[in-house]
């Protein structure tokens, strides 16, 4: 079945730097846009990060362009998002996504996520 496995998470202090990991499994991962999606304490659902299927487009959020890189390695069924310069209000569970390479489609699952804590 589908599997998608977020690591990497952890504690670190304002200006430092992690990188999350999503391991997929049970699909076709070339197949697949595949999406970092945090959520805050006590907040909504943002969008962070998406890789595409070819060509190697990438996007970001205002919020984290010129900090964050999404990556992926067709090889290994996984995508990687380094975090530099966070900040305090990166502070989020990091949620691992992935849907159809078309305007319409849902993100349709989801790994169960890793927690960033960043300390001021």
């Known amino acids: 079945q589908v599997q998608l496995v977020e690591s990497g998470g952890g504690l670190v202090q304002s200006g430092g730097s992690l990188r999350l990991s999503c391991a997929a499994s049970?699909?076709?991962?070339?197949?697949?846009?595949m999406y970092w999606v945090r959520q805050a304490p006590g907040k909504g659902l943002e969008w962070v990060s998406a890789?595409?299927?070819?060509?190697?487009?990438?996007y970001y959020a205002d919020s984290v362009k010129g900090r964050f890189t999404i990556s992926r390695d067709n090889a290994e069924n996984t995508v990687y998002l380094q975090m530099n310069s966070l900040k305090p209000e990166d502070t989020a569970l990091y949620y691992c996504?992935?849907?159809?390479?078309?305007?319409?489609?849902?993100?349709?699952?989801w790994g169960k996520g890793t927690l960033v804590t960043v300390s001021s």
């Open positions: 996504a992935r849907s159809l390479p078309y305007s319409d489609s849902p993100l349709d699952y």
């Open positions: 049970g699909f076709t991962f070339t197949r697949y846009w």
């Open positions: 890789f595409n299927t070819g060509g190697g487009g990438t």
